[in-house]
């Protein structure tokens, strides 16, 4: 299994991103799927997660951000909108198999905002 990050950049603050995250292989099902950031200097936390159709947040980026998957494209989304200087750090997608707890990590994307 690999995932490949995709859709980091520079960006104003107040911008909008889309991040994409595309899966090869077979990660199993179910499955829970998520987004990561970690900012330099600090911990990697969670963005957002997905089972099935449920999302769950993390506590940092209120709703600005909305994750979402197209399962025929086998991609999973998250789009940033009214991006924050604070919002600047490497972003890692990430899988997971529920029933055996594997996990799979992509590469991360960068996100810069200016302010």
């Known amino acids: 299994v690999q995932l490949q990050a995709s859709g980091g950049g520079l960006v104003q603050a107040g911008g909008s991103l889309r991040l994409s995250c595309a899966v090869s292989g077979n990660i199993g099902s179910p499955n829970v799927m998520a987004w990561f950031r970690q900012a330099p200097g600090k911990q990697r936390e969670l963005v957002r997660g997905v089972e099935g159709d449920s999302a769950t947040a993390g506590d940092s980026v209120e709703d600005r951000f909305i994750i979402s998957r197209d399962r025929t494209k086998r991609t999973m989304y998250l789009q940033m909108n009214s991006l924050k200087p604070e919002d600047t750090a490497v972003y890692y997608c990430?899988?997971?198999?529920?029933?055996?707890?594997?996990?799979?990590w992509g590469q991360g994307t960068l996100v810069t905002v200016s302010s």
């Open positions: 990430a899988a997971q198999d529920v029933k055996n707890q594997q996990q799979y």
